[in-house]
Each structure stands twice: as C-alpha cells, then as structure tokens.
C-alpha cells in the first residue's frame, strides 16, 4: 500500500521551531520530487516548498522565504520541512506529496498550530 504520513507537527509559542517529516510507505521517496502544502482554517491548501529528486529546491512560498527550509534524506526515505521564526499565520494542517502531486497520495496531515 502507497502511503505518505507526515509527523513532527505541535502547539507552540510565536518565534519558534518544528522539523515536520514526510515518510514514505509501500513506495520509494528518492524517485520523486516531494512538496509540502499548508491549509489553514477557511483556506485553500497552498504550496509551501517543493524539490526535485536530485535535491534541487524549486520552489518556496513568498511567506516561508528565509524561514522554511526543505530538505531529504533518501537513505531514510524522508523528506523535512524545517520551520524558523513561526508566525501564528503559519498555522495549519501540513501535508506532503509527491512532486508533481498525485491525489490519491495526499495524507492525513500534520497540525501545526503557533500562538501565544
């Protein structure tokens, strides 16, 4: 079974970190490019960062720049999403995907929730 299952998400305060994961199940990370996307409440999900295979970043939302970093471990089959400086507009579910997205790919999500 093909699965993605995104982890690391949590409660905390304005100006702080999370390293978010992406792992892959049933299926070999290090052959796709992986993309995180973001839904906040009321919002349409949006794409925070995306990779190639090779590790070339190609893209990063306007908001996420010089805070976020996307990055991957092939040998642990593991895509992170390194978040600095977190805004309580960060807020949302954090999902990952390949790169182009396949919709029957899409996880459950992880929550990140900032706020003092």
């Known amino acids: 079974q093909v699965q993605l299952v995104e982890s690391g998400g949590g409660f905390l305060q304005p100006g702080g970190s999370l390293r978010l994961s992406c792992a892959a199940a049933g299926f070999t990370l290090s052959n796709f490019g992986v993309s995180w996307y973001r839904q906040a409440p009321g919002k349409e999900r949006e794409l925070v960062a995306a990779i190639t295979r090779g590790g070339e970043i190609i893209h990063y939302l306007d908001a996420a720049k010089g805070r976020f970093t996307i990055s991957r471990d092939n040998a642990k089959n593991t895509v992170h999403l390194h978040l600095n400086s977190l805004k309580p507009e960060d807020t949302a579910v954090y999902y990952c995907?390949?790169?182009?997205?396949?919709?029957?790919?899409w996880g459950r999500g992880t929550q990140v929730t900032v706020s003092s």
């Open positions: 995907n390949t790169w182009p997205t396949r919709g029957d790919y």
